[in-house]
């Protein structure tokens, strides 16, 4: 994370987020019966490091936003996690009460400690039970660090990961209980969150900037809270029908932008000072927050900077529903979606000529692909969307349109290779792993071709396989063309994955496409395969990856402070690594003293003129 970039942003004024914590209650549409409500638990690290990777203390600022964000009623509580649990806002219903103790936290998500358990904490915050399912948000800069004093290291590190991907992540999936996590470094273990994200039916995201984690905290919340929106255009019009009760624009723009004006359809011009009787009218440095009751129909605009995250919300006579939006897609893998309109009452009409479209859009906003729902019986539209082809961040919208009605929803997804692939040239082979869930060893087989040559990939595990490769020039760069045949409820169907590029920094390459895998590479090398390196590592590789961490280690410790310098100089200590560090410094020291006399041996004194 580059921190400096926040600072020069930001400044001191990252309290605009404080806010938008009380406005943003408005923004809510309706919301489900308490019965059926999510509980939200906001898990936030507090090691050390956080204090390096979030210098101008977003998490606590960010938390508070989801915290206001929460409907009244619902069921949250927030815990922080280093070498210990806290839990200093335990699950508790949502009330003014609970929102007063909730502002009153972030001192506590400044008590930084030395180490990061991440594993205990999830396991201690997911405990409690609800009526609804449970959000687990998991808030760190995404690398396990458990104190010496439980085992060495960093074998007690391995393990406590190993436990919560392959143990922990799967029971939370079986129990309802999504992990969405929040990335704040460019050093997080980014596989450990895309992969408790995407086994537990969350999102992941890593931020790098105030707008990018405000998003991710939008997203989040849009997937447990979903509400109805009206579309907003690039030229910052919105049409309001007959049906709205009520309508929230949450409309960011940059801190020197002009006042904001909202245009009526009849032709009315607004601004914060003149605004609509009846209406709240919020005005911060980078957004405008307005609440308008019974809104007049027709077309509205808004004139001024208009922000690409903001948004119409609406409340109304009608409700665009969904069945539930997967939040990881896979390339290859058409989407089903089924969506309907539901009325406030029996009395209340829907509207005429009802059309429902699902559209898949990139992070930038294009347009992927795009599907007409078709109607049923019972008044539902059900659909396939085309399978993915690029893979990344994207956004799911459906949206229903009638005679002068429109609704839409958009939700925030991952979309990921169906199955990954990453070259191990040490080995001359290539490893994959299915990111799919339904795809093993027993309904899938792989081939490759290289440069016409057949090769047929062995399965190694459950949902791994090898794919041993002839001996490659290292000068040459050169595409491998994968192929899956994947057997799934009674279908057979070829898969064209991602080619993988081979040798991708040699000087001399063969036209085709690189493609690597989404996660990173450790997660295709796993205990039950064969011919992965053994996790046990010898003494001398011990001593490479300390040596290796030590510029890492003493920069988080120092900023840290003094004592945790200590502890940590207590920590290292115990590891054998740190005495022959000792004894390599000595040498070289030694070395270079030994240089230096005898370059000053040969130096003459007599002074030339340059030579040009």
Known sequence: MRSGGWRGRWGSHSWWLLMLWLAGVALMAAAPPASARPDVRVVVDVSGSMKAHDPDRLAASAMGLLVSLLPEGASAGVWTFGERIDNPLPLGRVESAWRERALGLPPA????????????????????????????????????????ARGAKPAIDRDSRRRLMEELAPTLADQGVAVHAIAFSDEADLALVERLAQNTGGLASRVDSPEGLLGAFLDIFERIFPADRLPLDDEGRFIVDEGVDSLSALVFHEPDAPPLTLVAPDGTRYQAETAPEGANWQVEPRFDLIRLPEPQAGEWRLEGAVGERSRISVSGAWHLRTSPLPATLYRGFPVPVEAWLEAESDAVDLPGNLTFEVALEGADGEEQSLVTLDAEADGRYMGELPPPDLTGNARLVVRASGEGFTRQRSQAVNVLPAIGAVHDPAAERVVLAAEHPRLTRGNTRIRGDLRGESLTAEAVGEARWTLSLPALDPELRQPLALIATITLDGQTRELNLPRLMLNPDARIGIAGTEAGPTLAAERFAGPDDPAAPDASSSLADRFVEGVNAVPAKLRLAWQAGWPGLVERARGWAAGPWLWGLAVLAGCLLLL????????????HHHREDPYV
């Open 109 to 148: 998500l400044r008590d930084y400690q030395q180490y990061t358990d991440i594993e205990a904490a999830l396991r201690r915050a997911s405990e409690a039970e609800a009526n609804g399912g449970r959000h687990l948000i998991l808030m760190t800069d995404g690398v396990i660090d458990l104190p010496p």
């Open 592 to 603: 270079g003293l030994l240089r230096h006399r005898r370059r000053r041996s040969k130096v």
